[in-house]
């Protein structure tokens, strides 16, 4: 007997695993990486602990269009975490059939988590996914419906387990007294979707984007996000680390429409300008509107709004001056200074005291 479990090296998904091969199921763990979590380092530690195979997959553009209009809506910020869910066990499906599994299995509990697993949540995802009586929580299993592998005796549901709720204390419990699991893995960070301070980035993509690419993703967590208009946003770079990556987005092929403006004769902020005025990717005679001149302007200023002024104003002879990489070419051009840029909306994180207290248990990765 064989079967695909989520597995994201959190407490919930080990427990998982450990009850399934105490009935001598063979475990195959799949760890499913988003554009916004990625805890495949701290699954392939565990999987190596527990001695099971780990899949890794990533997720594809597909997940952008499910972010983009989810069946099921959001949670409390812009988490689709009942489409997010369904999603990954879609992926576990294919691997079930590849691998002739019997079933797929994930460390949910009912109850853990008000806006996926509530009993009736839990039952729609088992339908949506495909799965139906061949989707296994072990963890809540005998508070559940019985499934197929429980029906044909395959599984022995009196091994199952019946937890409820959010407390993580029995579960730990559990974990030491049963498997002997001496350290307890602390709760992850989760995903950035559900956090406040990331939550106005994304539901500004959201907007002024009907179908987002996963490289729009990757654009978020970098630097000063500032939107000129419908049309264009600039991202500013707050260190060296914001200025690599928006240099690595710009580079790529799969990249929307942008222009990079990069201090040339100063040390400074870089800044990426993001619009559909800018010309596609390797085009060598690139042709610049009036409308993205001023763009590219604007994006100057803004590199200078938030460069020290003590480096880029002893600049000589010209002043400073930036390199704007355009299309597959690149040119050196002037920056000013411009008084004007200050009425721009800066879409940033929220104050820290404005984000609500979460419980521990709250915190762990959603997405075993």
Request: charged content about 30%; glycine content about 8%; aromatic content about 6%.
């Amino acid at each position: 007997m064989k079967a695909i479990v989520l597995f994201s090296g959190g407490l919930d998904s080990i427990l998982a695993c450990c009850v399934l091969q105490r009935q001598g199921v063979e475990v195959i763990g799949l760890n499913m990486i988003t554009p916004f979590h990625d805890c495949s380092r701290d699954a392939a530690k565990r999987a190596k602990e527990l001695g099971i195979e780990l899949v890794t997959l990533e997720f594809g553009e597909e997940y952008m269009a499910m972010l983009a209009k989810p069946k099921w809506g959001y949670g409390s910020n812009v988490n689709p975490c009942i489409d997010c869910r369904t999603l990954m066990l879609r992926y576990a499906a294919k691997l079930m059939e590849e691998r002739g599994a019997d079933f797929v299995a994930t460390g949910e509990i009912a109850g853990q988590r008000p806006n996926s697993q509530k009993i009736h949540q839990l039952t729609l995802i088992s339908r949506d996914s495909g799965l139906n009586g061949k989707l296994v929580r072990p963890l809540s299993a005998r508070i559940l419906p019985k499934t197929d592998p429980e029906l044909s005796g395959q599984l022995d549901r009196e091994q199952l387990r019946a937890f409820s709720g959010r407390g993580r204390t029995k579960l730990a419990a559990y974990a030491r007294q049963e498997f002997g699991v001496k350290q307890i893995p602390q709760p992850s960070s989760g995903c950035v979707l559900c956090e406040n301070s990331y939550a106005p980035r994304v539901r500004d993509m959201l907007k002024h984007k009907e179908l987002p690419t996963l490289w729009d993703a990757k654009i978020l967590p970098w630097g000063r996000r500032l939107r000129l208009d419908p049309t264009a946003f600039v991202v500013v770079g707050r260190r060296a680390e914001d200025c690599d990556a928006l240099d690595e987005l710009f580079a790529s092929p799969k990249r929307s429409r942008c222009v990079l403006v990069y201090p040339d004769n100063y040390n400074g902020a870089s800044a990426l300008l993001v619009t559909d005025e800018a010309p596609e990717y390797g085009d060598e005679n690139p042709t610049i509107s009036d409308k993205l001149a001023q763009y590219i302007e604007t994006a100057g200023s803004l590199a200078l709004r938030f460069s020290n002024p003590d480096r880029y104003r002893v600049a000589k002879p010209n002043g400073p001056q930036g390199r704007l990489f355009i299309g597959a070419t690149k040119m050196i051009i002037p920056l000013k200074e411009n008084p004007e840029v200050d009425s721009i909306p800066i879409i940033q994180e929220q104050e820290k005291k404005a984000k609500p207290k979460r419980r521990p248990e709250e915190s762990e990765e959603a997405a075993e």
